[in-house]
């Protein structure tokens, strides 16, 4: 492995960037030794250095990241396949990468391999229209009942089953224009609820006001259509997982021996299990949605098991399942189900609070864990393989001080206890699990590499001294313990971020130190969301200093504070499923792109309702005081005449309230609202017309309008108001609060910023105290959802009480990302 010094990285930033990488790439990639030093040696065996298309640097990058280690005598011979556009698609690659795994470092026929990988196969356009009908026809009446809600996905993988070397591109530009010819331009219908008819859009009051009819985003990759395709099966796992090079010059190859893979194996039945371990040390927010989503998805997707494992330690003391635990460090165990395993081998952090909270969240997103498991699950096994790591010679307590195990690695430099005899090892640990020793006076080191040039096998902390007045006076690290549980459940694959690539070397050396089953272990990139902070501890900072109020405050990206805000489960696992869970670094992503799944389901769910927020009294002189009618007001844009339970009552009086914002004094072209003079509609009302407005003392503040209206309707104004009318003579209409939320921080990317603080957004929340809503809302209940129609989605916040409704404004009906931000 190579370190890459300052010299050197503005020469491969630009190599790099010949090959087509973009420039954050890159960057990235240099951060990383290992990647670094592979990339640089594919470059040089392909003769590229001197640039190349940026398809091919794709391909290449692939190539440096996920070639078989024990094949890599044939990655030259790739790399020509790959230069010469004979292997050109991801999918070939990836062929190439299971034939040479099988392979290994034998010898191979040319033939097969280009067979394997359909080398020379031409697939024409007219074959891949011929399937796509097929495709289609197989799937019509399906295809005609959804419409454009049809996952598209679907069909692509039908037809890249059948036509597995084609053309992705093409294959989507045929898929995209047969719906079109099947299904014609996609209506206004298409977006909103189902099995509903369109109807006669009205003109809203303020142009700039108008809900947007948006088209759903350009459709997934190729890689993002089933994204768990890129995960081996669980008897795939005998290949060489990771290459350990030491200072001596030794390389270690870690891989399952076939009698290990046989016995793993048989305990599991082949299932995949995998693990979502949080660590308890705050509330899970939406880059844990995506760990999810990997975790429980892929154990859903291929019929397996995913645990709950609690990560971290902890000193409370905890009830589940009338059986007490002390909890201490933990993963998850194996059997054939999503596990849940939490992490509890940090001891401070955590809380019980956050505990119940990650099982409950986990439960709201959808899923379902097949066994909830703490890591002090296993901390008699994980003892006992301390011992044995003693015990051949791969451990040995240590008494270095915190500050002087951070200045020997930083030189490199072995402790002085680090050769001591293993009988002395033995005896000091017992000690310190009895509770002999004094906390902070020793721990236990793992044996491995003090000269390496990764700085995760410098002698990483397998056991430090905890005093708890408990049986275990020690507690085990998440470096020592993660690895061992994952192999102790049987985990199949154990998927992490990609901060955690660098700690694969000894995730891996220390189970094959130990002799244990080796899981596949792949990193993904995080995901990060714009305007916000990910970070778990600025997250407790605002909550702690009551920047925000509490963990589950709207404006966060908690998923309690989104579920607040009224965003739902399944519109968060849409987002996260259209970013996708590849290796590729995504940047951030933009808060709207979230927004338009939010949008997409509401429009689908939340029925429709009248609100006004700052309203302004109009008093209709032509209407009789005291008269009320009780009008029609549909639930869903599509109602149908038939339907009883599409419409809902509201009243109308001689006293209604608009919008304060929907008068003006002047009018212009331009302007839909009302103003002296001029007539507008009350949506599913009557038109009406400003004939005098009453002024405040500074003759500029409008008090009152006085209107009259027209109950022939036979008046045809453009603009279309909203509304709420007094229910009776003199009584206001139902008056409830409103919550208005916007991004918590004014820049993209603040977690970038030395003063992260300063850019708090002082208008993230406004809170509107008297707004009027029409009277059937005071029905609604914690949790429900509505369009206000002309002001955005609201949904009824757990502050309201039977006196006074709270409602928090989830978001806006104007949408950016399908505009262009796609």
Same mark, same amino acid.
């Given at each position: 492995?190579?370190?890459?010094?300052?010299?050197?990285?503005?020469?491969?930033?630009?190599?790099?960037?010949?090959?087509?990488?973009?420039?954050?790439?890159?960057?990235?990639?240099?951060?990383?030794?290992?990647?670094?030093?592979?990339?640089?040696?594919?470059?040089?065996?392909?003769?590229?250095?001197?640039?190349?298309?940026?398809?091919?640097?794709?391909?290449?990058?692939?190539?440096?990241?996920?070639?078989?280690?024990?094949?890599?005598?044939?990655?030259?011979?790739?790399?020509?396949?790959?230069?010469?556009?004979?292997?050109?698609?991801?999918?070939?690659?990836?062929?190439?990468?299971?034939?040479?795994?099988?392979?290994?470092?034998?010898?191979?026929?040319?033939?097969?391999?280009?067979?394997?990988?359909?080398?020379?196969?031409?697939?024409?356009?007219?074959?891949?229209?011929?399937?796509?009908?097929?495709?289609?026809?197989?799937?019509?009446?399906?295809?005609?009942?959804?419409?454009?809600?049809?996952?598209?996905?679907?069909?692509?993988?039908?037809?890249?089953?059948?036509?597995?070397?084609?053309?992705?591109?093409?294959?989507?530009?045929?898929?995209?224009?047969?719906?079109?010819?099947?299904? *014609?331009?996609?209506?206004?219908?298409? @977006?909103? #609820?189902?099995?509903?008819? &369109?109807?006669? =859009?009205?003109?809203?009051? !303020? +142009?700039?006001?108008?809900?947007?009819?948006?088209?759903?985003?350009?459709?997934?990759?190729?890689?993002?259509?089933?994204?768990?395709?890129?995960?081996?099966?669980?008897?795939?796992?005998?290949?060489?997982?990771?290459?350990?090079?030491?200072?001596? *010059?030794?390389?270690?190859?870690?891989? @399952?021996? #076939?009698?290990?893979?046989? &016995?793993?194996? =048989?305990?599991?039945?082949? !299932? +995949?299990?995998?693990?979502?371990?949080?660590?308890?040390?705050?509330?899970?927010?939406?880059?844990?949605?995506?760990?999810?989503?990997?975790?429980?998805?892929?154990?859903?997707?291929?019929?397996?098991?995913?645990?709950?494992?609690?990560?971290?330690?902890?000193?409370?003391?905890?009830?589940?399942?009338? #059986?007490?635990?002390?909890?201490?460090?933990?993963?998850?165990?194996?059997?054939?189900?999503?596990?849940?395993?939490?992490?509890?081998?940090?001891?401070?952090?955590?809380?019980?609070?956050?505990?119940?909270?990650?099982?409950?969240?986990?439960?709201?997103?959808?899923?379902?864990?097949?066994?909830?498991?703490?890591?002090?699950?296993?901390?008699?096994?994980?003892?006992?393989?301390?011992?044995?790591?003693?015990?051949?010679?791969?451990?040995?307590?240590?008494?270095?001080?915190?500050?002087?195990?951070?200045?020997?690695?930083?030189?490199?430099?072995?402790?002085?206890?680090?050769?001591?005899?293993?009988?002395?090892?033995?005896?000091?640990?017992?000690?310190?699990?009895?509770?002999?020793?004094?906390?902070?006076?020793?721990?236990?080191?793992?044996?491995?590499?003090?000269?390496?040039?990764?700085?995760?096998?410098?002698?990483?902390?397998?056991?430090?001294?905890?005093?708890?007045?408990?049986?275990?006076?020690?507690?085990?690290?998440?470096?020592?313990?993660?690895?061992?549980?994952?192999?102790?459940?049987?985990?199949?694959?154990?998927?992490?971020?990609?901060?955690?690539?660098?700690?694969?070397?000894?995730?891996?050396?220390?189970?094959?130190?130990?002799?244990?089953?080796?899981?596949?272990?792949?990193?993904?990139?995080?995901?990060?969301?714009?305007?916000?902070?990910?970070?778990?501890?600025?997250?407790?900072?605002?909550?702690?200093?009551?920047?925000?109020?509490?963990?589950?405050?709207?404006?966060?990206?908690?998923?309690?504070?989104?579920?607040?805000?009224?965003?739902?489960?399944?519109?968060?696992?849409?987002?996260?499923?259209?970013?996708?869970?590849?290796?590729?670094?995504?940047?951030?992503?933009?808060?709207?792109?979230?927004?338009?799944?939010?949008?997409?389901?509401?429009?689908?769910?939340?029925?429709?309702?009248?609100?006004?927020?700052?309203?302004?009294?109009?008093?209709?002189?032509?209407?009789?005081?005291?008269?009320?009618?009780?009008?029609?007001?549909?639930?869903?844009?599509?109602?149908?005449?038939?339907?009883?339970?599409?419409?809902?009552?509201?009243?109308?009086?001689?006293?209604?309230?608009?919008?304060?914002?929907?008068?003006?004094?002047?009018?212009?072209?331009?302007?839909?609202?009302?103003?002296?003079?001029?007539?507008?509609?009350?949506?599913?009302?009557?038109?009406?017309?400003?004939?005098?407005?009453?002024?405040?003392?500074?003759?500029?503040?409008?008090?009152?309008?006085?209107?009259?209206?027209?109950?022939?309707?036979?008046?045809?104004?453009?603009?279309?108001?909203?509304?709420?009318?007094?229910?009776?003579?003199?009584?206001?209409?139902?008056?409830?609060?409103?919550?208005?939320?916007?991004?918590?921080?004014?820049?993209?990317?603040?977690?970038?910023?030395?003063?992260?603080?300063?850019?708090?957004?002082?208008?993230?929340?406004?809170?509107?105290?008297?707004?009027?809503?029409?009277?059937?809302?005071?029905?609604?209940?914690?949790?429900?959802?509505?369009?206000?129609?002309?002001?955005?989605?609201?949904?009824?916040?757990?502050?309201?009480?039977?006196?006074?409704?709270?409602?928090?404004?989830?978001?806006?009906?104007?949408?950016?990302?399908?505009?262009?931000?796609?």
């Amino acid at each position: 492995m190579v370190v890459v010094k300052e010299g050197k990285a503005e020469e491969l930033l630009e190599l790099f960037l010949k090959i087509g990488l973009d420039e954050r790439t890159a960057k990235n990639t240099i951060a990383n030794n290992k990647v670094t030093t592979n990339l640089t040696a594919v470059i040089h065996e392909a003769a590229v250095t001197d640039g190349c298309e940026r398809r091919i640097g794709n391909l290449l990058y692939t190539v440096a990241t996920k070639h078989p280690a024990n094949a890599l005598v044939h990655r030259p011979t790739l790399l020509q396949y790959v230069v010469s556009s004979k292997i050109k698609t991801p999918a070939q690659l990836e062929a190439a990468f299971s034939f040479f795994a099988s392979v290994g470092a034998e010898n191979f026929k040319v033939d097969e391999f280009e067979e394997a990988c359909g080398v020379g196969v031409e697939v024409s356009v007219e074959d891949i229209e011929k399937t796509v009908n097929e495709v289609f026809e197989e799937n019509k009446n399906s295809i005609l009942e959804l419409r454009y809600r049809t996952n598209v996905g679907d069909l692509f993988a039908h037809v890249r089953k059948r036509l597995p070397w084609a053309d992705p591109k093409i294959v989507k530009q045929l898929i995209d224009a047969k719906l079109y010819e099947l299904l *014609g331009e996609r209506t206004a219908a298409d @977006n909103e #609820k189902p099995a509903k008819k &369109k109807e006669k =859009k009205e003109k809203p009051a !303020k +142009v700039e006001d108008k809900p947007t009819a948006v088209e759903a985003p350009a459709q997934p990759s190729e890689e993002e259509l089933n994204p768990y395709l890129i995960f081996p099966q669980p008897v795939d796992n005998i290949q060489v997982h990771t290459e350990i090079p030491f200072s001596n *010059g030794t390389v270690l190859r870690c891989c @399952n021996s #076939k009698e290990m893979l046989d &016995k793993h194996l =048989k305990v599991t039945g082949g !299932k +995949v299990f995998t693990r979502f371990p949080p660590e308890p040390n705050g509330y899970l927010h939406i880059g844990h949605a995506k760990a999810m989503f990997v975790d429980f998805g892929l154990a859903k997707e291929r019929g397996g098991c995913c645990y709950l494992r609690v990560t971290g330690l902890t000193s409370i003391v905890i009830l589940k399942h009338n #059986k007490m635990y002390i909890v201490v460090s933990h993963f998850e165990s194996s059997n054939a189900l999503l596990r849940s395993r939490y992490d509890d081998t940090n001891p401070e952090a955590e809380k019980k609070e956050y505990i119940d909270h990650i099982e409950e969240i986990v439960k709201w997103m959808g899923w379902e864990p097949f066994k909830i498991t703490y890591t002090s699950d296993y901390f008699q096994n994980l003892y006992d393989l301390a011992v044995e790591l003693i015990q051949r010679g791969h451990a040995y307590v240590d008494h270095q001080t915190p500050e002087e195990i951070k200045e020997y690695r930083e030189k490199k430099m072995n402790s002085p206890w680090r050769d001591r005899p293993i009988a002395e090892s033995l005896k000091l640990f017992e000690d310190m699990r009895r509770g002999l020793i004094e906390e902070g006076k020793a721990t236990l080191r793992m044996k491995q590499d003090m000269q390496s040039d990764n700085f995760n096998m410098y002698d990483l902390i397998a056991y430090r001294i905890k005093a708890s007045g408990d049986k275990w006076c020690i507690y085990p690290s998440y470096d020592y313990a993660h690895c061992i549980v994952d192999s102790i459940e049987n985990i199949t694959h154990s998927l992490c971020t990609l901060e955690f690539e660098t700690r694969r070397a000894s995730y891996y050396w220390l189970l094959h130190s130990l002799g244990l089953y080796q899981p596949y272990v792949w990193e993904y990139s995080r995901l990060n969301v714009s305007n916000t902070v990910m970070s778990k501890r600025k997250l407790n900072f605002l909550v702690t200093n009551k920047y925000v109020d509490g963990w589950d405050d709207p404006r966060l990206m908690t998923l309690a504070g989104l579920r607040r805000r009224g965003v739902t489960s399944t519109s968060i696992n849409s987002f996260v499923r259209g970013i996708g869970i590849t290796r590729s670094d995504c940047s951030l992503i933009r808060l709207d792109r979230l927004e338009y799944h939010i949008r997409e389901e509401l429009n689908k769910t939340a029925p429709r309702t009248l609100v006004v927020l700052n309203p302004l009294k109009v008093v209709i002189t032509n209407l009789e005081s005291g008269s009320i009618m009780h009008l029609d007001a549909k639930r869903w844009p599509d109602a149908q005449a038939d339907d009883a339970s599409a419409f809902y009552k509201v009243p109308f009086s001689n006293v209604v309230y608009i919008e304060r914002t929907d008068f003006r004094m002047k009018d212009s072209k331009d302007y839909y609202g009302l103003a002296p003079g001029k007539s507008v509609l009350l949506r599913y009302a009557f038109p009406i017309k400003c004939t005098e407005a009453i002024l405040a003392d500074d003759n500029e503040t409008v008090l009152e309008i006085r209107a009259e209206y027209d109950s022939s309707k036979k008046t045809k104004p453009k603009g279309v108001l909203h509304w709420v009318a007094e229910p009776s003579p003199g009584v206001h209409p139902l008056k409830v609060e409103v919550r208005l939320f916007d991004k918590l921080f004014k820049s993209e990317n603040p977690a970038e910023l030395e003063d992260w603080l300063s850019d708090l957004n002082p208008k993230s929340k406004e809170v509107i105290h008297g707004a009027f809503a029409e009277p059937s809302l005071h029905t609604a209940v914690v949790g429900d959802k509505f369009q206000f129609e002309r002001l955005g989605y609201f949904t009824v916040d757990k502050d309201s009480t039977p006196e006074k409704l709270v409602f928090n404004r989830t978001v806006t009906l104007k949408d950016s990302y399908s505009k262009g931000g796609k």
